[in-house]
């Protein structure tokens, strides 16, 4: 008499399935957090951002000392601005200041941060030297570079021949080269770990494969890790023209707006119609215009180079 022995495996396959199914069905049945999730970032972003806003929105259209209460005046304060020479001038040199550090930070932003996300030798304590800056406040920084660049005591005074009379916050070129120099110290470290996360990100087999067809250093840099950064640079391009726009302590601590109103950016011009002449009326115009000019240029450039339509360029991601 033959024993026929069945096999369990076709027995158990269904369970498995059935198993694989429930767990399937349970994952596709899990709730997203609801806006409850985001009720206390809400409520915060509300308190300190929006309502200040609104503040100053309807704190531009009136006149105010600080004592008493605000009286409406409509658009006196906008007309004024239109007509002040010094606020004119002012937005000149915000426009330009921002543009050099666009044009000065970005292309050291890319090459160093492209050069730290290698694996060469004494990267990591080069790296973390070069870093320092982003430890150092603004105001800690302004500081420094004002005490090293002194006319009497600092650098240009032992190096006459390189600084000519020293005074390099006595002339308006040299004043602005100060303030990109010491911008462009400060901050591009900052941009450049945002162009090393972004260059290590970039798949490898890219470069395998250029390497395959006989694509040398060079050409891998500019045909596949700069179009791979194009999301990066766009993103702290949007960072280096807003933080153009509101800096303010560098030019405080540095030129005070001098020599004479050569130096005067925008936000330090709030400042002085705000807290030194007790105008709030139209320091708060002069910051609204800040925010409304930041806001408008960034969406500019989010739509103009196609950012809010982007799509990830990892390997595999659609």
């Known amino acids: 008499m033959t ?4 096999s369990t495996p076709s027995a158990a396959r269904p369970l498995k399935v059935a198993r694989r199914r429930a767990g399937g069905s349970s994952t596709a049945n899990v709730a997203r957090p609801g806006f409850g999730w985001a009720l206390p970032a809400a409520l915060f972003f509300a308190v300190f951002a929006i309502v200040p806003l609104i503040m100053v929105a309807v704190l531009s259209f009136t006149t105010w ?23 004119l001038k002012s937005i000149w040199v915000t426009l330009l200041l921002t543009v050099l550090g666009i044009l000065i930070q970005t292309p050291l932003s890319v090459l160093l941060g ?11 304590v080069l790296s973390v030297i070069y870093f320092i800056p982003l430890l150092l406040s603004g105001t800690a920084v302004s500081v420094l570079w004002r005490a090293l660049l002194d006319p009497n005591f600092g ?14 916050f006595g002339k308006q ?21 945002i162009y090393q996360g972004a260059a290590r990100a970039v798949p490898q087999v890219l470069y395998q494969a250029a390497e395959i067809d006989g694509a040398g250093r060079y050409r891998q840099f500019f045909h596949i890790t700069l179009p791979q950064l194009r999301n990066s640079m766009i993103t702290s391009m949007i960072l280096m023209t807003v933080g153009g726009l509101t800096t303010f302590e560098t ?11 050569d130096t005067t950016i925008s936000a330090y011009y709030m400042y002085e119609k705000a807290f030194k002449e ?10 609204l215009t800040l ?19 982007m799509r990830s360029t990892m390997e595999g991601v659609s």
């Open 3 to 6: 024993t026929q022995i069945t």
């Open 65 to 87: 000392n600080g004592l008493g209460s605000p009286q409406f005046v409509g658009m006196d304060n906008w007309s004024r601005l239109l007509d002040d020479p010094v606020m």
């Open 114 to 124: 492209v050069w730290a996300a290698g694996y060469q030798r004494n990267r990591a």
């Open 155 to 168: 650098i240009p005074a032992d190096a006459g021949w390189l600084f000519g009379d020293g005074n390099l």
């Open 173 to 193: 070129t040299t004043a602005i080269g100060v303030l990109a120099f010491v911008s462009t110290w400060q901050f591009t470290p900052f941009h450049t770990l």
């Open 251 to 261: 030019v405080l601590i540095l030129t005070q707006g001098g020599p004479g109103t």
């Open 278 to 287: 007790f105008d709030f009326g139209t320091g708060a115009a002069i910051a």
């Open 291 to 309: 925010v409304v000019a930041s806001t408008v240029i960034s969406l500019v450039v989010v739509r103009v180079s196609g950012y809010d339509k």
